[in-house]
């Protein structure tokens, strides 16, 4: 078979990696549950903490703008992938507390770098009008890529007991070859805008940073505690846990791009308030669910409101200054992940006294969430960058 001509361009190479990533990470995230409990003993302390810990590479997120003095932000997204792969290969043959904490570092350094830089060369490969409908495209394609290895992985552990080393080896392995195969395949695309090389905090940007902040905070609750409630609560087995990540992905395969295309018809902020109204009544049910099902639905419809959470990063790609947003991609990581370097390590002490109380504070989170998006102005630009700003001239 023939590749047409123009197949290496920016888009293929976005989408490339967008593929790319959860076809890595997403074995991490189904089995480190049940591995970490079953061959290192782990309990709420201890998942608490690698959660933590696998989050101070996202709050470093910041020094990539330092990196960029030496290397392209095209070459860092596909070595960072590289890094990623590499962690999560080797995940498997450390089944110890302090091995699981030293693989998820470095695994958690690849990823959290090349988020930073791949959603920063979105908003500057991608024309405006059609960034919405891209990253929901770009969820869908992610979305294909978990589901091929959620698929792959239920198989192999529910026929054909396939131990979790060898899962996390082909994978990690896997993604390794295919990442080295992107490099020489695609050529260095030039930059559209030179970016700033330093940091960048600008005032006008204090809504986008806030709403990051929360979405950071909120998201860990989800990330790191609904998740062990069905292992821990209710006994769900890896299989398990693995159907309901493929559920969630399938929806994502077929519906994240047309909510991204709805993003781009409704606007920023009424995207975001069914988000929030959404996960504050989600959260609230966790607290109080004493089902299995139900427990397992609410892992599935919470991931039907993750991608309105694009609306965030189409905002301050409409407010935005283009020589800054590079820079700003990093800083936006770090804010993200300021709570979600500490929320797990206390939430996973306040998690052996009363589970429930974790899940409240996050439909307090949701609520403050809602209450800053309705700041956002129905045609957000530099200059109109809240309701109450002033147009400047």
């Not at 060898?166 to 490099?183: A, N, P």
């Not at 940073?209 to 609560?233: C, D, H, M, N």
């Not at 047309?258 to 966790?286: D, H, N, P």
């Not at 129905?378 to 109450?388: L, V, W």
């Amino acid at each position: 078979m023939n590749l047409p001509k123009n197949w290496r361009t920016p888009f293929v190479l976005l989408l490339l990696m967008a593929f790319l990533m959860p076809l890595i990470f997403s074995t991490w995230m189904a089995l480190i549950n049940n591995f970490s409990k079953e061959a290192a003993e782990f309990t709420g302390k201890e998942i608490g903490i690698l959660q933590s810990l696998r989050e101070i590479p996202g709050f470093l997120a910041f020094t990539v703008v330092w990196v960029l003095l030496i290397i392209r932000e095209q070459r860092l997204a596909i070595l960072s992938l590289l890094v990623l792969a590499i962690g999560v290969l080797l995940t498997g043959y450390f089944p110890s507390v302090l091995g699981l904490y030293i693989t998820t570092v470095i695994m958690s350094v690849g990823f959290h770098y090349f988020e930073t830089v791949h959603q920063s060369l979105i908003l500057q490969w991608i024309p405006k009008s059609e960034t919405p409908h891209f990253m929901g495209k770009a969820l869908a394609v992610k979305a294909a890529a978990s589901i091929l290895v959620f698929g792959s992985m239920w198989l192999m552990l529910e026929y054909f007991f396939v131990e979790y080393k060898t899962i996390y080896t082909l994978f990690g392995g896997l993604g390794v070859l295919l990442i080295i195969g992107i490099w020489f395949a695609f050529p260095l695309f030039p930059v559209k805008t030179e970016q700033h090389k330093h940091l960048i905090l600008r005032k006008d940007y204090w809504l986008f940073y806030a709403l990051t902040f929360l979405s950071g905070a909120r998201r860990q609750i989800f990330v790191v505690f609904a998740g062990f409630l069905l292992v821990e609560k209710f006994h769900y087995s890896a299989a398990s846990i693995a159907l309901l990540f493929l559920a969630n992905y399938v929806f994502n395969l077929f519906f994240a791009a047309k909510i991204g295309k709805l993003i781009g018809v409704i606007g920023e902020r009424r995207a975001l308030t069914i988000e929030y109204i959404g996960l504050a009544i989600l959260f609230a049910t966790y607290a109080l669910v004493d089902n299995a099902t139900l427990a397992g639905a609410l892992y599935i419809i919470d991931h039907f409101f993750f991608a309105f959470a694009i609306a965030i990063k189409t905002y301050f790609q409409k407010i935005a200054r283009p020589a800054d947003i590079a820079s700003t991609a990093g800083v936006s990581f770090t804010i993200n992940h300021i709570a979600a370097v500490v929320l797990p390590a206390l939430l996973g002490l306040v998690w052996l006294y009363d589970h429930s109380l974790v899940f409240y504070f996050g439909a307090c989170l949701a609520l403050l969430s809602l209450l800053l998006s309705q700041l956002i102005p129905n045609s957000p630009e530099a200059g109109m960058e809240t309701r109450f700003s002033i147009k400047r001239s």
